[in-house]
């Protein structure tokens, strides 16, 4: 085995497949021809040799990388050339990757990380262009007439450390060449995504089955969410096996977000990797690693299902709202306005600002004028409602409530099949003191949607309040291992449901613990202050309440008032509120 530094220079066609599906004899003997009377002689020219050929993929070593990117310059300038009489439909384009490295030389071929780099970096390339890892970049800059781009770090599929990235540009500073217009599907207006085939890296060819019952199952469950737009599993399995660009993958399909990940096993062990990608911004959005021991494999895939499920669905939600938070412009969409006011939403709820509130509710409105049936522009009205009554901000935040259940109602009316009316119509039943209505709510979202860990957050409260302890922990403790680093609001809800139930069977201690992770999580929840309150006092910590106490006459200074006259019953049980009433006197309200 012979070990030696190399560049290598990785390229492939660009849309290939769909190249490939229009006109299969004809790609071929074009990409052939185009091949053995250009390409090789341009590569022979500058000193590479080919070492392997995939279909429309070339690797190619060097031993200059003087000589690799100015092969590659030459390529692109050569194929725009040739093609450029070529319709839209039948161009050929090429990315090129090049990497500095250390590879392994077994008889004619070329294989390690040097190589493995080159090839992941050439599917960062725009269509026409070229990019370098910064050890290649390090050998050409002021040796070659190009300009480059910094791209910055960039995390590569099954290298290890992120890889700074460099791009070739033209004289504008902008990528070589871009995709015609015609290769690219419109966006939905609303959050849209394709899970590409999961890799099997096994040494056995027969995992297959699970690195595909993987993905397939990923796909039928994110279809649930019918705020989302999921491409078919027919589609995004055309890509399979193939090293794709996952930009161009974003543009054929339609979709702002792709789903990626890789499935190995060696023995009994299994390891799955995945990852949730914006394709326009190229960044990272999530991204985690599972370790399992296999013993019952269907339900080893359900398990690692629910939880990429449960993870990515809200990512993609808060990733939405961030990008709403930055749309500007006379022609923004009413999609784009709503989620400039779910984004203040949120922000009005974790400060616990009533003005924030009002923001969101005038930018609701907006959208609403634009779109009267958009259901995340309902969805903070119906919110802006609720969170006055739950606070007590206003002269009359009990004539709120109703305002909000009529909107959970409309929103039922309009997406029946979507879990998340049925969670805000449940918040309004239990602040009318509907328990039962409340988890009868609950658990219609639930069936529609066993993967959404803010509703079962929300159901282990609402069991809590109603005197359901064990099943209380049963859903919070399920919603905590779908979900471990959810949303701030939900995560401090599923704590403090936990906290609640230990409070009612007096379990003070174990109350305080939970209810520490829920402020910490979320500190500005009436309902969860009220209850550090009481349970500090029933504790004997008189200095905690009284500190507790401050901070909630900050945010909510008629919250309390309101529980000690009776307005407002946290729990279903008499029992349970004389409980929160009396570790409320304590502490001197």
Not at 49 to 75: H, M, N, P, Q, Y
Not at 257 to 271: A, H, K, Q, T
Not at 452 to 457: G, P, R, T, V
Request: aromatic share 8%.
């Amino acid at each position: 085995m012979e070990r030696r530094l190399a560049a290598i220079l990785a390229a492939d066609v660009v849309g290939y497949t769909r190249l490939m599906g229009r006109d299969e004899a004809g790609t071929l003997r074009r990409l052939t021809e185009l091949r053995q009377q250009h390409l090789e002689p341009l590569i022979a020219a500058h000193h590479g040799r080919i070492f392997k050929l995939t279909g429309d993929g070339f690797l190619i070593e060097f031993a200059s990388v003087v000589d690799a990117l100015a092969c590659a310059a030459a390529w692109q300038e050569r194929v725009a050339a040739q093609e450029a009489s070529s319709d839209d439909e039948r161009r050929f384009l090429f990315r090129i990757g090049i990497n500095l490295g250390d590879v392994i030389v077994e008889a004619d071929d070329v294989h390690g990380d040097g190589v493995n780099i080159a090839v992941r970096i050439e599917n960062l390339a725009d269509a026409g262009g070229i990019c370098l890892s910064e050890d290649a970049y390090r050998q050409v800059r002021g040796k070659i007439d190009l300009t480059f781009d910094d791209l910055g770090d960039k995390s590569l599929k099954n290298v290890a450390e992120p890889v700074r990235v460099f791009r070739v540009a033209n004289d504008t500073g902008d990528a070589a060449t871009v995709l015609p217009k015609s290769d690219a599907l419109a966006l939905p207006d609303k959050p849209s995504i394709a899970v590409l085939a999961f890799d099997n890296m096994s040494a056995d060819a027969e995992q297959e089955f699970f690195s595909d019952g993987i993905t397939e199952d990923i796909i039928t469950e994110l279809s649930r969410f019918s705020e989302l737009f999921v491409i078919a599993r027919n589609s995004s399995f055309a890509y399979k096996g193939q090293s794709v660009d996952l930009a161009q993958v974003a543009r054929e399909l339609g979709v702002r977000y792709i789903l990626e990940g890789s499935v190995r096993r060696v023995g009994n062990r299994l390891r799955i990797n995945a990852q949730l990608i914006d394709t326009k911004t190229g960044g990272h959005i999530w991204a985690e690693k599972y370790d399992r021991q296999v013993e019952d494999i269907f339900e080893l895939q359900e398990e690692v299902t629910r939880s990429v499920v449960s993870n990515i669905a809200p990512q993609i939600e808060l990733a939405e709202v961030e990008r709403g938070r930055t749309a500007a412009g006379t022609e923004v969409s009413a999609y784009e306005m709503a989620l400039k006011a779910q984004g203040r939403l949120y922000d009005a709820l974790h400060m616990a600002d009533p003005d924030m509130l009002d923001e969101a509710m005038a930018t609701a409105d907006a959208a609403l004028k634009l779109d009267p049936r958009n259901t995340h522009a309902l969805w903070t009205k119906g919110m802006g409602y609720f969170y006055p009554h739950v606070y007590r901000w206003g002269d009359d935040p009990d004539a709120l409530l109703p305002l909000a259940g009529e909107i959970a109602n409309r929103l039922v009316q309009i997406d029946p099949a979507n879990a998340k009316p049925y969670i805000l119509r449940a918040w309004v039943s239990l602040y009318d003191k509907d328990f039962d209505g409340a988890i009868a709510d609950h658990r219609r979202a639930l069936d529609l949607n066993p993967n959404l860990a803010s509703n079962l957050f929300a159901m282990a409260w609402s069991e809590s309040a109603a005197g359901l302890a064990d099943d209380a922990r049963e859903h919070a403790q399920m919603a905590l291992r779908l979900s471990p680093r959810d949303n701030y609001t939900w995560l401090g809800e599923g704590y403090g449901a936990l906290a609640l139930a230990s409070f009612t069977e007096g379990d003070f201690d174990q109350a305080l613990a939970w209810l520490r992770q829920s402020i910490q999580m979320h500190a500005r929840m009436p309902v969860c202050q009220a209850l550090m309150i009481a349970t500090s006092a029933h504790l004997g910590n008189m200095e905690a309440a009284k500190q507790h106490t401050a901070f909630l006459d900050g945010f909510a200074p008629n919250f309390v008032p309101g529980v000690l006259a009776g307005t407002i019953e946290v729990c279903k049980l008499p029992e349970h509120n004389t409980l929160l009433i009396d570790g409320l006197r304590k502490a001197g309200l």
